[in-house]
């Protein structure tokens, strides 16, 4: 199993990734955050996909669907920001990882399998 400094260290090593976080989305607080720069505060966009990921489940609870959300894709110009939804394994657990990737270096693909894998392998 690996802790959260070692899954954020695994998902820096994707092709094209730019930055991550671990996220609680019920309080919207970082768990941890790795990457970013001048142009990409990791914090604020971890928080500011906390509001989607509320809205999207939202919008499956009024719509009755049972199904849970994998992941969630935004497509930039220049970057795809992927937030993947952690199986709870606690009462209360609620984490998101997001993902900030280069469009031009990042197989998107290959992306979403890597982080599915490190997702397994998370202990928080």
Known sequence: ?????????????????????????????TLGVMGGGPGM???IAAAGNTDVVRAKLRTLEML???DGIEDILITLDTQYHLIRLLQPRRQGEALFMYLALSK???????????LKRIEAELEV
């Not at 199993?1 to 609680?24: E, F, P, R």
């Not at 031009?104 to 890597?114: E, F, I, K, T, Y």
């Open 64 to 66: 009755g669907l049972p």
């Open 1 to 29: 199993m690996a802790n959260i400094d070692t899954a954020l260290k695994d998902a820096m090593s994707i092709d094209g990734a730019i930055a991550v976080a671990l996220v609680d989305y019920t309080s919207g607080l």
């Open 104 to 114: 031009s270096r990042a197989n998107l693909g290959m992306a979403r399998h890597q």
């Open 41 to 43: 505060d990791v914090t």
